[in-house]
C-alpha cells in the first residue's frame, strides 16, 4: 500500500527540540516536493514548509523561520522536520504530504496529495 | 500572504442534499486552488486541484468551480460518508494557506 509514515512525536518541554521523520513506502517521493503541514487541537490546517525534490528550494511559515528545518534523504524516501525552540502554539498533528511532480531547480508550489496520517506534538512545561 | 476565507464556517444537512461551500482568496489565484475532505480523527484527503479536476478515484457528485479569487466545492446527493470537514488551499505562491474550514454536520 503506497503511505506516508510520519514518526518522532511527542511531548517535549517549552524551549525543547524534536526531529520528526516520515517515510515513504509504494511511492515515489524523491522527484516530488514534499512538505509538512500541521493542525493544532480542534483548529485547521497550517502550512508549515516546503523542500523540493533537489533541495533547491526550501521554504518556511513565518511562525516557524529560523526555528525549524527541513531536509530530505532521497535514498532513503524520507523526509525530515528538525523543530527547536518549541512553545504550546507549535503543539499539533503535524502531517507530511507529498507535493508536485517536479525534478528542476525552481518547482511550482504544491497541492498535497497523499498525506500521511500525522505524528502528535506536545509542548508542555 | 493569500488570505483564504471559507463559507460558511459550518452547515446542517440531510443526505440526498446539495450542498454549495465557498472559498475566497485575498487576491487572484487563476485556478491553483485544492479541497481537501478531513474526517475526524483522520488526515485530510484531496478532492479536487486545479479548482475543478477531481482527484481520481473521488465520486463524481463532488464538483469544484470557480477562477480568480471565488471558488465553490460542490456535493450533489449527500451521502452518509460525506459529513466532515472540507478545506480549500491555495497554491499560486508561498506561503501556502488554507482556509479556516466548513463542517458539513447531519441535520
Redesign the interface.
Known sequence: EAQLVESGGGLVKTGGSLTLSCEASGLAVDTHTMNWVRQAPGKGLEWVSSITSSRAEIYYADSVKGRFTVSRDNARNSVFLHMTSLTSEDTAVYYCARGRYCVSSSCLPPWFDPWGQGTLVTVSS | ?IRMTQSPSSLSASTGDRVNITCRASQAISS?L?W?Q?RPG?????LV?GASSL?GGVPSRFSGSGSGTDFTLTISGLQSEDFATY?C?Q???????????TKVEIK
Open positions: 500572504a491553483y485544492a481537501y478531513q483522520k488526515a485530510p484527503k484531496l486541484y482527484q478545506y488551499q497554491y499560486a505562491t508561498y506561503p501556502l494557506t488554507f482556509g479556516g474550514g
